[in-house]
């Protein structure tokens, strides 16, 4: 008869499930009146594991700052208690076995938000606004916090509130300049911090074949003294082409076709801030490549 109805019981015990309990306080020992309890399965990462949707459910808790989680099948959970102002307090890999009736958590403290602060500006102390600014804290079991704000009309953020003690990565993005970042943050810091960012430049033009009808569709591949080269396929009507984000350097810009030699364009000078345009790349037999005294380019600020 036990084997008949184990999966039975099996099945009413995974349905009825467990209820997890606890407490959310301050570090006064004040209980927190709603305050937010995620609570997420943390499913198995291997190929062959049988995927499904994670259980995610959402608790708050009551005047004395106790919560209930009530009908949690068998596996392993995240429980991650959080209120304003305050830094957030995690349980990790939390087991809830078959026929598991209840299991109290005890007491998960919130202690005092931190924050980090500080400005973003370019290399002549000009502030930068709408600054994208992601902070991420690597957690146990793999699993990354990522909080995401902008910087203001005077390249100023506040990212928080965030655990005390903790190591966070910084990660600075903006249009037109290369990435910034931050390593190794343990907040509360002793000051705000400053971001300087490089500004990129780019260019622009158009490819051709010898008798100065524009190339439709043409793989474009654009060549520094270091580094590897961009390629980027330009399918266009009148064969022109524009490559944003590059450094300050001397590029060689080279231009492929079907039915047509390959041709190149050297010494195209790109200036951070600025867009060199009117590059223009001739494609003729046998494969030719032209200087820069050749070839006709001009030079405006990447803000007109």
């Given amino acids: 008869m036990t084997g008949v109805f184990a999966p039975l019981l099996l099945t009413l015990s995974t349905w009825l499930g467990c209820v997890v309990e606890g407490q959310v306080v301050d570090v006064m020992a004040a209980p927190f009146d709603e305050a937010t309890v995620s609570v997420v399965e943390m499913l198995p990462s291997e190929p062959d594991a049988w995927v499904r949707a994670p259980i995610h459910r959402t608790v708050i808790t009551a005047r004395t700052g106790r919560f209930v ?122 000051e705000p911090i400053t971001i300087e960012l490089e500004r990129l430049g780019g260019l622009s033009g158009r490819v051709v074949d010898a008798s100065g009808t524009p190339v439709v569709d043409f793989l474009l591949r654009i060549r520094g003294a270091s580094g590897p080269s961009r390629s980027v396929h330009r399918p266009d009507s009148e064969g022109r082409f524009t490559v944003e984000d590059l450094d300050e350097g001397i590029y060689t810009v080279i231009a492929e076709a079907d039915g047509l030699m390959p041709a190149a364009v050297e010494g195209v000078e790109v200036i951070a801030g600025e867009h060199t345009d009117d590059v223009e790349v001739v494609s003729t037999r046998p494969w030719a490549v032209s200087t820069r005294s050749d070839a006709t380019f001009r030079r405006r600020d990447r803000a007109s």
């Fill in 69 to 190: 989680a009530m009908g949690l099948p068998s596996g392993t959970y995240r429980f991650a208690a959080m209120t304003p102002g305050h830094a957030t307090a995690h349980f990790f890999g939390i087991e809830i076995a078959p026929f598991c009736k209840a299991i109290d958590l005890g007491v998960l403290t919130l202690g005092e938000g931190v924050a980090i602060e500080g400005w973003v500006i370019d290399r002549n102390d000009t502030a930068i606004e709408n600054v994208s600014i992601i902070v991420r804290r690597y957690q146990a079991m793999g699993i990354e916090e990522a909080v995401r704000t902008f910087t203001d009309a005077q390249g100023r953020f506040r990212v928080g509130p965030l655990g005390a003690g903790r190591r966070y990565s910084l990660q600075v993005l903006a249009d037109g300049y290369r990435m910034g970042s931050r390593t190794e943050l343990v907040p509360p810091l002793a």
